[in-house]
């Protein structure tokens, strides 16, 4: 099992990006699939999961109504769609796949496999 997160890079604020995390080794829609990321000096947090029907989302507060998590069965792939970013989006971003729940979750503890990472940096 393989993820490999890539797309960050230096963005203004209320400028976009798109992350894109490669699964190998498994089938993306086989899971649920979340993002989460890391702001310098803080812990890591949840940022969005979809479920693995691809008919349910959910969001943190302090993304929702600006990212948009999806995928692409066909290249199986997910994606993390970033608009109206702000320099608190600064930050690692993790892909991660949950291997057990049936449920979509928030926890860090309840991921099995992770990214590398990407780093987004907003500048004010």
């Known amino acids: 099992v393989q993820l490999q997160g890539f797309g960050g890079g230096l963005v203004q604020a209320g400028g976009f990006l798109r992350l894109s995390c490669a699964a190998s080794?498994?089938?993306?829609?086989?899971?649920?699939m979340g993002w989460f990321r890391q702001a310098p000096g803080k812990e890591r947090e949840f940022v969005a999961v979809?479920?693995?029907?691809?008919?349910?989302?959910y969001y943190a507060d302090s993304v929702k109504g600006r990212f948009t998590i999806s995928r692409d069965n066909a290249k199986n792939m997910v994606y993390l769609q970033m608009n109206s970013l702000k320099p608190e989006d600064t930050a690692v971003y993790y892909c991660?796949?949950?291997?057990?729940?049936?449920?979509?979750?928030?926890?860090?503890?309840?991921?099995?496999?992770w990214g590398q990472g990407t780093l987004v940096t907003v500048s004010s």
């Open positions: 991660a796949q949950d291997r057990h729940s049936a449920m979509i979750s928030v926890r860090l503890d309840e991921y099995d496999y």
């Open positions: 080794g498994f089938i993306c829609s086989a899971y649920n």
């Open positions: 979809l479920n693995r029907r691809g008919d349910r989302t």
